[in-house]
């Protein structure tokens, strides 16, 4: 599917992300709106989502981001990118169910396809490589390929992750003869800390847990933590694949809690377990490597029937 041909006839377009967005997310929105603003100028493109980190304020275009339901219309064409599922649209839900056309772009497995056009490829490393391949290279400007580039950079760990392929190797040199700024982006987006979430990065580390014969580790931050360090959800960002990076562990866990009895949990895994499976069966989903989900009950509860799911694949790989 080509972009450019969805673009013919129409005058409006809506482009929207996942609720708390990411690398990804902010990329992939702000990529597609260059893209359609550079080659289609008789269209109006807006980006409508949650606010974004202020790190992401290095992308021209960064400005131009709305937050769902300052303008109400009915777009000839909604363009969801990096959403897994409807619900995780957020507000900007209202904008999809009244467009005219709707298309969704994603990588996430767990995607089941709930726009009029999806095109959802679970194997490439991000949304931004699936939108790359939509887009006529010639016509990528070199502020939607920066956009572009940070979204594959946030999501493939800076290339270290298992979903870098060649491909998105490939990619990557694509938008870099751009000419991005590609050493500026990497250290204002990705390595770049605030004093605070170094301190609750740290507070993680410091209190985390080895489970499952050492193979698995968990944290957890409350509410009053967040509070104490006066940090939020976005701040947190990273935790669990540092996590995930002790020696000896194939499967990190890290929760926040988000409400009484209620935890926000990311799972990440490096060789053997699908954590979106794990996931998908509480309710949430992601990537076999990466995924997440919202659960209820007591920390230890919420552990314990993690683990239960991931013991019984890691015992299958044994046997195996």
Known sequence: MQFDKELQGIRTVAIA????PDGDSVGACIGLWHYIRDNFPQIQADMWL????EK?????????ISQAGAKKEAYDLFVAVDCASYDRLGDAAAYFDCAGKTICVDHHISNEGYAGIN???????S???VLCRMMDPEKISSEAATALYTGIAHDTGVFQYSCTSPDTMRMAAMLMEKGIPCSHILEETFYKK????????GKALLESMRILDGRGI?????RKELAFFGVTP?????IVSQLKMTEGVEVAIFLYETDNLEYKVSLRSKDTVDVNEVASYFGGGGHVRAAGVTMKGTFHDIVNNLTLHIEHQLMEQKEQ
């Open 194 to 201: 605030t004093y605070r979430q170094n301190q609750i990065l």
């Open 119 to 125: 095109v959802i490829d679970a194997d490439a490393s």
């Open 17 to 20: 992300g996942h609720i708390r």
């Open 50 to 53: 949650e606010k974004p980190d």
């Open 234 to 238: 976005v701040d947190l960002d990273g």
């Open 56 to 64: 992401f304020s290095v992308l021209s275009g960064y400005e131009r």
């Open 127 to 129: 949304t931004c490589e």
């Open 218 to 222: 968990v944290s957890v931050v409350r």
